[in-house]
């Protein structure tokens, strides 16, 4: 029976409604002074708030094949993954970006799917695992490349005032291999017990 990438669907499905829903980005989008205010919701939901057509589509379809192919192939903890990294990601910017004033788009959730899954395949035998090795390392290089040069590598967006923010990357590639070693603990602990 096909697993339906339920969460992945619920993230994706939240992401065009605020697409689609452009007066409410004001109220959703991370804002540092907002945040310092009080409005701590936005430390989350601005990973949903996207400001460009082109943002969104890049953000959303690389989120969408890696969720895809996580629940697809049953890698646990995807869930908590999706509730952690936002939060991690929005933290991160608050602390280690305090000049970043507004920030949004889904890429350091869609980074922390595809380093979630890479980690995942790197345990399991033949092709796929020399893949995901691959996919990792490539990831590693882009976040590397991006942080040294401020330069998108794979996209170039024509909106100027889209900027690159590599620390929620990084957050978001952190967050995977927390919710990762937790997994393997956790199952290592039930096995042992």
Known sequence: MRRIPVVTLTI?????????LPRIHPALVYDRSA???GELWRLITGQWVHFSAEHFL????????AGWMIESRGYPNFGWLCALSPLVIGITLLVMEPQLKICGGLSGVATAAVVFLTLHGLGE?????WICLG????????????????????????DPSLTLV??????GGLTALAVYLWGKIRRR???SS
């Not at 994706?12 to 689609?20: D, E, Q, T």
């Not at 035998?125 to 695992?129: E, I, Q």
């Open 12 to 20: 994706i499905g939240a992401a065009v409604v605020v697409c689609f």
């Open 35 to 37: 945040i310092l205010g």
């Open 58 to 65: 890049y953000d959303t379809l690389a989120l969408g094949i």
């Open 125 to 129: 035998k033949g092709a796929w695992r």
């Open 135 to 158: 996919v990792l390392m490539a990831t590693a290089g882009k976040i590397v490349y991006e942080t040294m040069t401020d330069r998108f590598i794979f996209v170039n967006f024509t």
């Open 166 to 171: 590599p620390a929620s990357h990084i957050a």
């Open 189 to 191: 602990s039930r096995i």
